[in-house]
C-alpha cells in the first residue's frame, strides 16, 4: 500500500501543517521507509525539516497564480501528481478532493458562523472545495466531537462517515518537570513568585479572545498577570506581558499556573492538550473542541463571550490551587504512534474494498 499526504506546506506552522509533520513522524516509525516511503504533496517543502528526509516529496507550484486560484489549482494539479506517484490512499490534510480520507480540523462554515462573518467570493470557493471533498472521501477524521457535529448539521455528512480521532501530541517534548527546574524556568520567562500567571499563547489575538480576557480582567483585583506568547500584542500593561515568540513553548506551559483562551472559533484547541500535559490546567470557553478531551480537574470552562463567565472562571481556577495535573488528566492516547495505526487501519479497509470492488468488476 503507498500512502499519500497532502498538506498546504511542509514546514515547522500551525493547524494542519504541524498535524502533517507528525503523520510524517509517525508512519516513519511505522516502518514506511525506504520505497516505502509516504508520497507527500504541498505548496511548499521547507527541506530543512528532518521530516522531508522521510517522505517522497511533491512540491505543487501555485506561487505564479493569484491567489484566489491557488486552492483549485493544487487541487487539479494534485490528481496527476498522486496518480503518478502510485499512490492508494491519499490523506488529506488540506482543501482535495482527491483524498480517499479527509481530514477535519474545522470547517469554514462552521468558522464563518461562530466568527459572525459575512460568505464572501473567496469564502465560497473554500466551501465548494470543503464540500467536494467531504462527498468525494471514503472517509473522513474528524479531530473532535464538535467537528463530527459540523459535518453532519453544516455539510450533511452521514454519521456512518465519520471517524473520531483526536489529533496526536508528542509526549516526550510535552511532559512535567520537577518543581526546581519549574522554579528556573519561571525566572527565565521573568514570572516574579508571587505572580500567578495565564499563559495566552497566540499568532491571532483577536480570534483567541485576548480583547475578552483583558475585559475581563480589568478592574477585577484578580493577582494574575496575563503572559502573551506568540505574536506581541497591540499594547501592554501591568496586567498584559509581552514573553516573545517561545519556540519552546513547553517551557512556558511548565512555568505558567494555568493557560487561557477565550476563542471565538477552536475546533480543538492543540494548546490545551499541551499544557496539561506539561502539568498546568486551563481556562477554555466551552466552544474549545479540546475540552472534551480533558478532566474536570484540568479545567476551568466558561460560556464563550461571557467576561463574566472568564472572570468567575479565573476565581474558580485560583481557589481550587489545582494539583496532581499530569498526563492521565488526558482522556484518549496522544500517542502519534496511536493515531497513525488507527489511520493505517482505515487506510487498509479502505485498500480491501477497492480490491474487492475491483475484482468483481472483472468477473
Known amino acids: 500500500m503507498k500512502v499519500g499526504i497532502s498538506a498546504n506546506a511542509l514546514k515547522l506552522s500551525g493547524g494542519l501543517e504541524r498535524y502533517a509533520l507528525d503523520l510524517i513522524r509517525g508512519f516513519n516509525a511505522a516502518g514506511f521507509t ?25 512540491r505543487i507550484n501555485v506561487s505564479f497564480l493569484p491567489s484566489k ?31 480517499e480520507i479527509a481530514i477535519c480540523g474545522g470547517t469554514h462554515i462552521g468558522f464563518l458562523a ?21 462527498q468525494q472521501a471514503q472517509v473522513i477524521v474528524a479531530h473532535s466531537e464538535m467537528m463530527r457535529d459540523e459535518l453532519r448539521t453544516l455539510y450533511g455528512v452521514d454519521d456512518t462517515k465519520i471517524r473520531v480521532l483526536y489529533p496526536p501530541v508528542d509526549g516526550t517534548r510535552f511532559s512535567p518537570v520537577p518543581n526546581e527546574k519549574r522554579a528556573e524556568l519561571r525566572k527565565q520567562f521573568g514570572f516574579a513568585d508571587h505572580e ?4 495566552f499563547p497566540s499568532s491571532s489575538h483577536e480570534r483567541k479572545g485576548l480583547p475578552l480576557i483583558e475585559a475581563a480582567l480589568r478592574d477585577s483585583g484578580l493577582p494574575v498577570v496575563v503572559a502573551v506568547a506568540g505574536r506581541p500584542p497591540a499594547q501592554t500593561s501591568e496586567q498584559v506581558r509581552y514573553i ?7 517551557d512556558a506551559y511548565r512555568a505558567a499556573d494555568f493557560t487561557v483562551l477565550a476563542s471565538k472559533y477552536e475546533p480543538f484547541g492543540l494548546v490545551g492538550i499541551e499544557s496539561v500535559m506539561c ?29 463574566d463567565g472568564l472572570r468567575h472562571a479565573v476565581q474558580r481556577a485560583l481557589d481550587a490551587k489545582s494539583a496532581n495535573v499530569t498526563a492521565a488528566s488526558i482522556l484518549y492516547d496522544t500517542r502519534i504512534a496511536a493515531h497513525v495505526e488507527s489511520l493505517l487501519a482505515l487506510a487498509e479497509k479502505i485498500t480491501t474494498l477497492v480490491t474487492a470492488s475491483g475484482s468483481t468488476a472483472r468477473a
Open 69 to 99: 486560484l491557488r486552492d483549485t489549482y493544487f487541487n487539479w494539479a494534485l490528481k496527476r501528481a498522486r496518480k503518478k506517484a502510485r499512490v492508494d490512499v491519499l490523506i488529506g490534510c488540506n482543501r482535495v478532493e482527491s483524498s
Open 196 to 199: 500567578i500567571v495565564l499563559l
Open 279 to 307: 502539568g498546568t490546567p486551563v481556562i477554555f470557553p466551552t466552544s474549545v473542541g479540546c475540552c472534551s478531551a480533558i478532566a474536570d480537574n484540568a479545567k476551568f470552562t466558561f460560556e464563550p463571550g461571557d467576561a
Open 34 to 58: 525506504g520505497e516505502r516511503k509516504p508520497a507527500f504533496f504541498a505548496r511548499k517543502i521547507d527541506t530543512s525539516q528532518p521530516e522531508s528526509g522521510m517522505v517522497d516529496a511533491h
Open 114 to 134: 461562530a466568527t459572525g462573518r459575512r460568505e464572501r467570493r473567496s469564502d465560497s470557493r473554500q466551501i465548494v472545495l470543503e464540500r467536494l471533498q467531504y
Open 244 to 250: 516573545g515568540y517561545a519556540k519552546n513553548i513547553e
